[in-house]
């Protein structure tokens, strides 16, 4: 069960779009359509932001979207205010009823 | 509105143990997959266990294998997990969530109860 690959960090400007990456194996992110993203401010609980790849719930901002390519998952926020500033987690099913994350990106809106 | 309270948590030496409780309304609990996650002091998110709706079935992670133990009272819109064995690096935010590993997603989080394991 090893964790995905996340980038530390990620920063743009207000109004700018960022991309955060997500990178695992065929054996997880590859593997299924079960990858889904977190908000976490400081102090808070996790939020889900995107669920089986693209979808977003109700209430979340469509300024908030995701996609995949093989090993790699994506979270794009376009558009970038102050409030979206958090860490971000990705996760996936990693088969035989196994779930990992990722280790968390710190975005900073500028 | 989905609410889960967590409690149960708090200071307990290595080899204690420590039962940990998600009380859980606003939604049917009985039909619903749940989970527990945890979070380390300024670390990332980690997947602990997951239960089946009837609660038939249960998952762990390798990390708790053999030492946590997972279960669900349906009548009383119940979660619980009895840990045993407890050591420093189980100390952790523990998260309840409403949610399986796969076709259903981690939807709602409790704000999370905190395990400190130290002597």
């Known amino acids: 069960q090893s964790a995905l690959t996340q980038p530390p960090s990620a920063s743009g400007s207000p109004g700018q779009s960022v991309t955060i990456s997500c990178t695992g194996t065929?054996?997880?992110?590859?593997?299924?359509?079960?990858v889904s993203w977190f908000q976490q401010h400081p102090g808070k609980a996790p939020k889900l932001m995107i669920y089986?790849?693209?979808n977003r719930p109700s209430g979340v901002p469509d300024r908030f979207s995701g996609s995949k390519s093989g090993n790699t998952a994506s979270l794009t926020v376009s558009g970038l205010q102050a409030e979206d500033e958090a860490d971000y987690y990705c996760?996936?099913?990693?088969?035989?009823?196994?779930?990992?994350f990722g280790g968390g990106t710190k975005l900073t809106v500028l | 509105e989905v609410q889960l309270l967590e409690s149960g948590g708090g200071l307990v030496q290595p080899g204690g143990s420590l039962r940990l409780s998600c009380a859980a309304s606003g939604f049917t609990f009985s039909s619903s997959s749940m989970t527990w996650g945890r979070q380390a002091p300024g670390k990332g998110l980690e997947w602990v266990s997951s239960?089946?709706?009837?609660?038939?079935?249960?998952y762990y992670a390798d990390s708790v294998r053999g030492r946590f133990t997972l279960s669900r009272d349906n009548s009383k819109n119940t979660l619980y997990l009895q840990m045993n064995s407890l050591r420093a690096d189980d100390t952790a935010v523990y998260y309840c969530?409403?949610?399986?590993?796969?076709?259903?997603?981690?939807?709602?989080w409790g704000q999370g109860s905190l395990v400190t394991v130290s002597s």
């Open positions: 996760s996936s099913y990693a088969g035989r009823s196994n779930l990992v």
């Open positions: 065929s054996s997880d992110v590859g593997g299924y359509n079960y």
């Open positions: 239960i089946s709706d009837t609660g038939g079935t249960t």
């Open positions: 969530v409403k949610g399986g590993v796969s076709t259903t997603p981690l939807a709602y």
């Open positions: 089986g790849v693209t």
